[in-house]
Nanobody, 120 residues
Framework: QVQLEESGGGLVQAGDSLRLSCAAS????????MGWFRQAPGKERHFVTG????????KYADSVKGRFTISRDNDKNTVYLQMNSLQPEDTAVYYC?????????????WGQGTQVTVSS
């Protein structure tokens, strides 16, 4: 059974940092591209960032470039999202996902999500 378990969300103030973690099981983690999406209240879920299976290639949404960093540890089956200079518009539920290789808008599996709230 595939499981993705996110952690690290919370309530912070504008300008603060958070690091999200996503622990994966049930698949050969180091063969999958991984990513993070987010969904703000009343809005659609959007791609935030992705990392390929080896960790050598990453991609970011324009809204988070220069502030967010994705990384992975294949020995720990975990992907991370370091979020710096957080702003109120970053408030959302953040979802970890196994990405479809070659089309990162598509997802094999979702995690349950973790809430990030940024106050002004």
């Amino acid at each position: 059974q595939v499981q993705l378990e996110e952690s690290g969300g919370g309530l912070v103030q504008a300008g603060d940092s958070l690091r999200l973690s996503c622990a994966a099981s049930g698949r050969t983690f180091n063969t999958y591209d991984m990513g993070w999406f987010r969904q703000a209240p009343g809005k659609e879920r959007h791609f935030v960032t992705g990392i390929n299976w080896s960790g050598r290639f990453t991609k970011y949404a324009d809204s988070v470039k220069g502030r967010f960093t994705i990384s992975r540890d294949n020995d720990k089956n975990t992907v991370y999202l370091q979020m710096n200079s957080l702003q109120p518009e970053d408030t959302a539920v953040y979802y970890c996902a196994f990405l479809v290789s070659g089309d990162w808008s598509r997802v094999h599996y979702w995690g349950q999500g973790t809430q990030v709230t940024v106050s002004s």
